[in-house]
């Protein structure tokens, strides 16, 4: 086991593509991503209801075992969250290797 | 007279509509499993698009067919500056230009709900309106994002538009042909025309026989959405007092609705193919639009233009709006 | 004499159920994805509603009807008085209440299980039939909290109600109506009614078409979750023995079944509508009632009423109850 | 980055609705909400396969920057919990604001 | 000559297929929702099981049918060892043995594809072949994992088999019989069976004229689902050369059709028939065996063995295959 | 509230079934399983999109309150990770008793 970062970051469901392809441009060693999430948060509810993408949510989870990189990941995601809304958490974890 | 609003509320697709808004309304938990809808509505376009291409392999494709094409590409294009300079002084830059291009791109379903309100009434119509239908989604995108990169302050574009920035005119361009709902109309359309009256005979049944069945259901969704969206016009933070927001989501689809009334008129279109055409100008997108807005103009707020859509166009051309926009035809075009 | 048993053993729609029994029974991995399961169920409440209400806009709503559906309700308020007393002994209090309200409510699919069979027999039924589903379906829940309310002592009903303390008479009257599954049915009757056989030309295809289609393939899903469950009660922590609940699960519908055929018999009820009311008395609810009472009575166990009802009483309902029922109309009715 | 709490809810998914009202009302600053996962618990297993969601879970992920709230959630939900089955996890995260 | 190709290719499903696979191939967002894809799929496997059923109800069960039963079984054991001998040089030893399964086993889609093929152009076959169909999904598995036992080192089987090594080889036998999809095939060939005409015309409607819109949505999505495991083959890290996996994609099915043309002309099988016991050999599996194999035998590397099926044989298979070896039967069996 | 252990296991969808039961095998004390995420790792995209499973990922939380079981779940779920990719991560967590 080795110690890293956890990084979990709930966003609108229609910036997911684009979410992913940022994270692997920024280095991000993967992610896992958990589609169609709802959700309420400051801009109101997001029932996960409609066609667009735009009320719904998604989840990505990424382990990181770089700061560096997690400051890439933390910093590209911040503009994103702050147009579309969303939360972006990180907590330690430790890694267990196989 | 009145009586065309009431046989258009007591078809099924409409009772289904309200029966959903009713569900919302009263906090019923009556639900549509998200795949389910977005199956429903593939299988509309499925459907709608293979029934215009084989109708288009069977007619002649002249000079009159390619006029109704161009007047509707350059109305979707149109309808945007329009709506942009209405609404420029009571919303932000952005928003405006988002809710432009909202209307002036169209929706699929009020397209087919329409197509089904002909039949019902065995009002003939031709297949390339199909055509004029997916010609028309993208346009707007692009047209609206133009009037955002005109009017917007620069230090505006950079800032906020950390994400959009990256997005070049082109890419737009192309990726609003390649949203799913525009190509599986596009594709299907091509696919229709090729197979023709042949390869109808082959899904006939599947195309035919459930149109209806499955368009209720789909609207029975829609007028949960729709009402939900409704009800949380009230308490979310949009940028928009609601009673505007209902103001202009009836009045843009009118002045739309008199622009197509003109232009059908010009083209001298037949009564079904001139009600299509005007409630394709009239109606507005929420599919399409909203996820390329999205993408491209994150900072305009979805809570306004995808709410005006959805909750207050949406159901009034289908309620009053088709029956009325009849009425009009009939009225000064026949 | 045990050919009724036998035809309807063989019928595609109970083939499929057997099928998926063995799927679950042999841990296939079969599954039926569960929007799917959503959809399908969403659909036979969708066609089973509006052709009740065609046939009603179509038949003559006299003294007669009303009676029936008044018996309907009555019978699903009366049978959870008699649920609870035969079950207090054994059950706790909240147990006894939830499966009292379960066994008052009715379950929609061996309903629509068994208009399959008389269609396939050519034993006419009518429309009002569903309108009686429909008003049975809610009633139990009342009747299931008021027992709960006498019977439990108030420190339970104040410490464990935690949750459900909140929630007053009126407000499980509401839901109850609100029911996705009660709505639905509720308004494609009324839809139906409106539209009468117009509209129902217009859906006829995917309605009478796909009916027993569908059928077979949400049997096949029920198969598998029934026996899953099934296999779930030896292993599982319920508070009552494997056996007894087994025991309860047929003893209860058969002593419905005879009140229903009394009640039948009083009403002087047809062949087809017969049956139907029976089936309907002796069906039990795994959705409506059972997602009530996770609101409004938590503390009862779902694993013995949702247990009984669905791993018990409906495969019962299906295979053996039916056919079964069918033998007691023709003896005592006709 | 700000510290924050970390709330991690598995319900019944039943329970969904009544569960996020309570959370609004206990001044939750927002959740999201993912639906129709399985388990197993001591109640056995959930399969999440029938239409009543007594047997289906969801899980709540509640980001939480106030002692006060983190409590209120927690004495919140225990009773539903106590009553569905279910669990509760609080851990640290930091909190990127955006 | 070269008409059969363009028949096939402007048939509706063909051409959805093409539709999926330039959306993909252009980074359209037109996606068909997951569960709505597996429902498609099991719907396809329920429609063809339940024809083939009853069309085994109405034919004679003589000696011939059991012959083609029985070859059907021994082509789909012999052809692993086949591929397994090609491939052993270039592939690891799993590998190998999961390709080989691979390529004994079928491709239920791609059999249904071609009797949609065969309707379409009125040339009868016979309902036992889809018995046949069911029969060869599993035997392949088992000999795919006997070769990797009799193949790989001791060690390797024991340090890397970490997972697989508890799966006693009548383990395997059991699940694959117990995979979904042979599950509800060889289920509802025995309901079919069973119900025999009379049950036919209760879900004819559902069966036979949802069938080719249905095919057509499912092509859509596994245009979709080929041609982005085409573009991954180039970035992944497979342990083979996109380029083999290419030319093995190709190879593997044209000598297998061959062994097939063999086998068909000393069966003296119709032309129908023998069009499809080839497309059943050529074919290979992408749902049943992939699934297997992940569980007994998971150092093998699925981005080879479901890439080659997947990516290259099943589109070859539709677009060239099928009309190739029909010319082949004309040319060598009648 | 009292201590515990968080696992969350990103594993191949095909493997779920077989995960779980070796999760019940190990002696944890329950799991909550989300199916059909998507992802990123050391063997490219898996895109949720096929119907093997084989190119899916599930999500397994497990809260463990027992270093020894926690010690066998991590030594259990190692060897499948190696063969099939995926990721394991460890953190705290406090666990709310009802
Ligand atoms: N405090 C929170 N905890 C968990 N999720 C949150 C929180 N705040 C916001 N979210 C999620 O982020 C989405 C957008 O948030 P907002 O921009 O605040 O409306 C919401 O729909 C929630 O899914
Ligand atoms: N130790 C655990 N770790 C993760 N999830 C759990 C745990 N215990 C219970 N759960 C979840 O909570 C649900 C209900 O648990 P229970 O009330 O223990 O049956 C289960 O179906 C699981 O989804
Ligand atoms: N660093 C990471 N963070 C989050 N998820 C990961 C990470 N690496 C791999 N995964 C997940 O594990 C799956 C298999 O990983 P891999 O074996 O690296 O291809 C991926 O599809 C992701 O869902
Ligand atoms: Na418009
Ligand atoms: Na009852
Ligand atoms: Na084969």
């Known amino acids: 086991m080795k110690p890293c970062k956890r990084i979990e970051i709930v966003i609108e469901q229609a910036l997911a593509t684009r979410t992913a392809d940022l994270l692997t441009e920024l280095g991000a060693p993967g992610f896992t991503l958990i589609d169609r999430a709802s959700g309420r948060g400051d801009r109101g509810y997001r029932r996960a209801d409609e066609l667009t993408g735009t009320s719904t949510n998604c989840i990505f989870l990424i382990a990181c075992d770089d700061e560096e990189t997690l400051t890439k990941i933390v910093e590209g995601v911040r503009p994103m969250l702050s147009i579309s809304g969303g939360i972006c958490l990180v907590s330690d974890a430790q890694w267990v290797r196989h | ?334």
């Not at chain 2, 279109?269 to 599919?287: P, Q, T």
Request: proline share 5%; charged share 10%; aromatic share 10%.
């Open chain 2, 1 to 334: 007279m009145d009586s065309v609003f009431l046989t258009n509320l007591t078809t099924p697709p409409l009772l289904f509509f309200i029966l959903g808004a009713l569900a919302a309304l009263f906090r019923s938990d009556l639900d549509i499993p998200e795949q389910i809808a977005k199956f429903l509505s593939l299988y509309l376009l499925f459907a709608i698009g293979f029934k215009g291409g084989v109708a288009l392999s069977t007619s002649a494709f002249d000079l009159s067919v390619v006029a109704v094409l161009l007047v509707a590409i350059v109305l979707a294009a149109l309808v945007p500056f329009g709506v942009y300079f209405l609404l420029k002084r009571r919303f932000s830059v952005a928003d405006a230009a988002a809710t432009a291009a909202t209307y002036g791109s169209i929706s699929a379903v009020t397209f087919v709900t329409c197509t089904s309100y002909l039949d019902a009434q065995d009002i003939p119509w031709s297949g390339y309106l199909v055509a004029a239908m997916a010609l028309m989604e993208s346009p707007a995108i692009i047209v609206g994002l133009m009037l955002y990169r005109m009017h917007a302050e620069t230090t505006t574009v950079d800032s906020s538009g950390a994400i959009g920035v990256r997005m070049m005119p082109m890419d737009v361009v192309k990726e609003s042909f390649l949203n799913g709902s525009v190509f599986l109309i596009l594709g299907s359309l091509v696919i229709g025309w090729i197979t023709g009256p042949e390869g109808k005979t082959q899904i006939a049944p599947f195309i035919d026989e459930l149109f209806i069945g499955i368009l209720c259901l789909f609207l029975l969704d829609m007028g949960i959405v729709a009402m939900r969206r409704m009800k949380d016009m009230q308490g979310q933070g949009t940028s928009l007092a609601p009673r505007s927001m209902v103001l202009w989501g009836l009045v843009i689809p009118l002045g739309n609705a008199l622009l197509a009334i003109a232009s059908a008129w010009l083209l001298n279109l037949g009564e079904g193919d001139a009600l299509l055409l005007i409630v394709l100008c009239a109606s507005a997108s929420y599919i399409a639009v909203p996820a390329a807005m999205r993408l491209a103009l994150p900072q305009a707020n979805p809570s306004t233009y995808l709410a005006m859509s959805l909750a207050i166009t949406f159901p009034f051309n289908l309620i009053i709006g088709i029956p009325l926009y009849h009425m009009g035809v009939r009225m000064f075009l026949i």
